[in-house]
């Protein structure tokens, strides 16, 4: 079964912090490489946060470095992105996403399979 269930998006001011949380199923999680996006209208979808269940490494967008935290829940099948000191460049919204069970790397550019239906992020100045 794929199930990626995001939820925690929300409107704070700038300087504010939120913690996104991504519910998968065991068969989308064990193993893998799961990872945060973030899209806004009219711009692309890019990676901010990434990390392989395999070995706990992670990979982070740059511009989210020292704010963002990618983190993980064995035993729920879920991770997480806590976002601090948020800024208003950071309104989107914020989909998971993991690779196939048999992909063997993870990082921002990995190859991604299955998507989660997004929760929106506003920040305000």
């Known amino acids: 079964q794929i199930r990626l269930a995001e939820s925690g998006g929300d409107s704070v001011q700038a300087g504010g912090s939120l913690r996104l949380s991504c519910e998968a199923s065991p068969y989308t999680y064990n193993g893998n490489c799961l990872g945060w996006f973030r899209q806004v209208p009219g711009k692309g979808r890019e990676a901010v946060a990434t990390v392989y269940i395999r070995d706990n490494s992670t990979s982070y967008l740059d511009d989210v470095k020292g704010r963002f935290t990618i ?6 099948y879920t991770i997480y992105l806590q976002m601090n000191n948020l800024e208003p460049d950071d309104t989107a ?21 299955y998507w989660g239906q997004g929760t929106q992020v506003t920040v305000s100045s």
Do not use: K, Q
Not at 71 to 76: H, L
């Open 93 to 113: 919204v914020y989909s998971c996403a993991a690779t196939h069970p048999l992909w063997i790397s993870c990082g921002l550019t990995t190859n991604w399979a």
């Open 71 to 76: 983190s993980r829940d064995d035993a729920e």
